[in-house]
């Protein structure tokens, strides 16, 4: 199986990893992967529980992600999910 790759500056390869799910069990809602991702990948979402709601991080638009993974670098919990983009 084949994976989109790229070239780095020093010319070795590099196969970016996109953004593909955030687990809403882990996920704390403290929006640090939201602030760390400069193409708007990631946004917030209310869960309504039994007495009262939260608010946890969502992928709202992983056509831009570019497999920086910087939302993942400042996730305090690991919640978030990366896949290769199969070429």
């Not at 996109?18 to 602030?35: H, L, M, P, T």
């Not at 007495?51 to 305090?76: E, F, L, Y």
């Amino acid at each position: 199986m084949a994976f989109v790759t790229g070239i780095k500056k020093n010319g070795s390869s590099w196969t970016p990893q996109f953004v593909s799910s955030i687990d809403k069990e882990v996920c704390i809602g403290c929006a640090r992967c939201f602030k760390s991702c400069a193409y708007g990948c990631l946004g917030p979402y209310e869960i309504e529980e039994e007495d009262d709601a939260r608010m946890i991080m969502q992928v709202t638009n992983d056509g831009n992600c570019i497999g920086c993974r910087a939302c993942s670098k400042a996730c305090p919990k690991g919640c978030l999910t990366h896949e290769p983009l199969e070429a």
